[in-house]
């Protein structure tokens, strides 16, 4: 009696074409990640073949790479997000909100002495003020000595009518942060994932109608609680 051979799984080879067409990338970039590694793949006869089973394999790692970062961040924010470091902040203008925020970020454990905080958040604005639009103001700055990065948030009521923003609308919500110069990648990426957080319009009228320092530190949980971080 004959028992039916089991033949081996079959690989499925793709060409750059295909693979370019599976990841929805451009021909050139496909061969771009194949010739610096990037990609899993072989070359045969001068051919590029991509091995598809292991580039599903490469892809969720990716994912999983970026979910992990994208903790980080929020864990970072996390921390740095506390009611005693949120000021909500009654008819002032510019000059006047963020004096109170350097004074908040003066008594901030490690942190440089109030006046040269003010000189370099003065000198930030006067180089372009960090109106980001949709009623956002991130002042940020990096400095000597600072080990830890820091952030105080202001929340402005009735808005600022003179911030000059980008957009041209008053400023209301405010993000001041304070880094050391050699956490320059820290200090961006928080600042960008700020600026793509606050895109979220519910986020932002919730956090426009808040009354305490605890109720916006909720807001933001609740955001985070809902779903994943946006901009990630």
């Not at 089991?6 to 010739?35: D, F």
């Not at 909500?88 to 970020?105: C, F, G, P, T, Y």
């Not at 958040?121 to 180089?127: D, N, P, V």
């Not at 320092?213 to 985070?224: L, N, T």
Request: with cysteine; charged share 30%; net charge negative.
């Amino acid at each position: 009696m004959m028992t039916a051979s089991r033949s081996a799984p079959q690989t499925e080879w793709l060409t750059v074409e295909e693979m370019a067409e599976y990841l929805k990338l451009g021909r050139s970039k496909v061969y771009q990640m194949a010739q610096e590694g990037v990609l899993p793949s072989v070359k045969v006869g001068g051919q590029w073949r991509f091995d598809r089973e292991m580039v599903d394999e490469w892809l969720r790692k990716q994912l999983r790479l970026r979910l992990t970062k994208a903790g980080d961040v929020l864990d970072r924010f996390r921390s740095l997000l506390v009611p005693e470091n949120v000021l909500i902040l009654e008819n002032v203008n510019k000059s006047q909100a963020l004096d109170h925020l350097v004074d908040r970020m003066a008594q901030i454990e490690g942190m440089p002495a109030r006046d040269e905080i003010a000189r370099g958040i003065a000198h930030r604005e006067q180089l372009m003020s960090t109106g980001i639009g949709l009623g956002i103001g991130v002042p940020h700055i990096r400095l000597s000595g600072v080990r830890r990065l820091a952030m105080v948030v202001g929340i402005c009521k009735p808005p600022i009518e003179d911030y000059e923003s980008i957009d041209g609308e008053p400023v209301w919500l405010l993000f001041m942060i304070v880094a050391g110069l050699d956490q320059q990648a820290d200090h961006l990426k928080l600042v960008a994932r700020l600026s793509s957080l606050v895109k979220d319009e519910e986020l932002r009228e919730a956090l426009r109608r808040a009354d305490s320092p605890e109720e916006v530190c909720r807001i933001f949980e609740s955001r985070f609680d809902a779903g994943p971080f946006d901009g990630m």
